[in-house]
């Protein structure tokens, strides 16, 4: 059989990146980071044995929808494999609905928007199936109802029987019989995160789902309420793998929560250093599930940077999203990223503003802990309810959800209000934040020892003030 995977093109003026929020994606202005799709790669490689793979990352190359339906004319796949995303699901279903009617062949959509508006999804594109799980059981399944063009409920597949949507969820399955990921088959040299040194750069994921349960938070929903790692072994093999056979000089984690499990941090940093492996990493996890001593031991086994999610330092904004779990101290947040400054390890802060029990002064408040800890890298964004998270059920109850078209769920502008703002008033308050934050004369001098850098948050910024 041929299968041919698509990660679609971008709305115009924007890159999307459907490897954010566990997969509901994200859309940055040009020139920002381009991620490669790690689940169409982790796919290809699971069909590979089964047959051949053409794969496609419309983002990377900037192809046009014109053009993605030449080459699948071209090839004559049996099988569509497409990336979806939130704030892409209408191009995305567009594409899917032309291939549906106008070729002769299965149209699957992978993503976790797809899944949680299956009904919605569905009736727009009549794809086949919708792709739920991507572990080898699931997919040797898959494969099999591919061939014989009988789609049925399995665990792991979304399907439409008559009129009913039938989801059935499945075990993640052992991680480590997971195979590498096609990397041959992507073009790596034009994926792009934080530095031109670190190209080409490659993900990983070495754990499935969260230990937290944040009410905002899409990875749980995502990647299903349970939380699944690889051995430290096993995590350390791929990247072996990914720095002699794939030419990696740069894996960037895209676990929710990479170092969950403290002693499997601990392993996978000394087996690093005793097998000898100089690759550089960057990865995300909870300020609670840090110290200094491991954090001494991430730094000695190659850790450029890790991404924290404070969210909010208001205690009522956290305890009503239950995320205060996360960072049970201030204090200790403080201390992480101080100790993370001294080892020389680059920190990335992440603050949510608009949640529905945010003020004026509760958004104030995340911008001042945020000059006091001056990190690395910033980022504060909109609070956006995506579908199936407890969030978005709050914001539809409470009347907060103002735009409720998909293509506004992107992270660049919000579409609910909170319970004291208005939706403009938080997005004039998220505008002044980013502006208190860079346009002091400490940071400035800061971001002028990285030019590279300091273009392209220009640029973004630029953008961002023009809408």
Known sequence: MNFFLINPPSPRGYVAN?????????????GGTVLPPHNL?????????QGEVIFLDAVAEDYSEIK????????????????????????????????????????????????????????????????????????????????SGQFKAIPGICILSGQEVIKQQCPHGDMDNFPFPAWDIAPYNKYFYLYKKEYPYVTMHSSRGCVFRCKF???????????????????????EFLKKEVGAKMVLFRDALFAADYKRTAEICRLIK?????????????????????LLAMKEAGCLGINFGVES??????????????????EKTKEVFKTCRELGIETFAFFINGLPNDSAETIKENVSFAIELEPDHVQFTFATP??????FVIAKKENLLIKKDWKFFSSLEPVMATRWLSLDQVFSINRQAYSRFFLRPKRIIKEILFPGRLIRRILTYLNWKQR
């Not at 004319?73 to 549906?100: G, H, M, Q, W, Y």
Request: charge should be negative; hydrophobic fraction near 45%.
């Open 274 to 294: 005793d097998r000898g492996l100089s690759l550089k990493w960057r990865c995300e996890t909870s300020l609670d599930s840090v110290d200094k001593e491991l």
């Open 68 to 147: 993605i339906i030449e080459q699948i004319k071209l090839r004559n796949p049996d099988a569509v494999f497409i990336n979806t995303s939130t704030p892409t699901i209408e191009i995305d279903c567009l594409l899917a609905a032309k291939l549906k009617k106008d070729l002769d062949l299965k149209v699957i959509l992978l993503g976790p928007h797809a899944v949680a508006t299956a009904e919605e999804v569905f009736a727009k594109t009549a794809a086949d199936a919708i792709l739920i799980d991507i572990s080898p059981e699931v997919i040797d399944k898959l494969i099999q109802l591919t061939k």
């Open 41 to 49: 790669l982790l796919l290809a490689a699971m069909l590979k044995e």
């Open 217 to 239: 938070c899409p990875y749980p929903v995502a990647q299903q309420f349970r939380y699944s790692r690889m051995s430290a072994l096993r995590v350390v093999r791929e990247m």
């Open 313 to 330: 330092v208001s205690g009522d904004v956290a305890s009503d999203m239950d995320c205060e779990a996360k960072r049970k101290s201030l």
């Open 18 to 30: 459907r490897d954010f929020m566990g997969g509901y994606g994200m859309l940055h202005f040009p």
């Open 386 to 391: 995506f579908p199936g998270t407890e969030l």
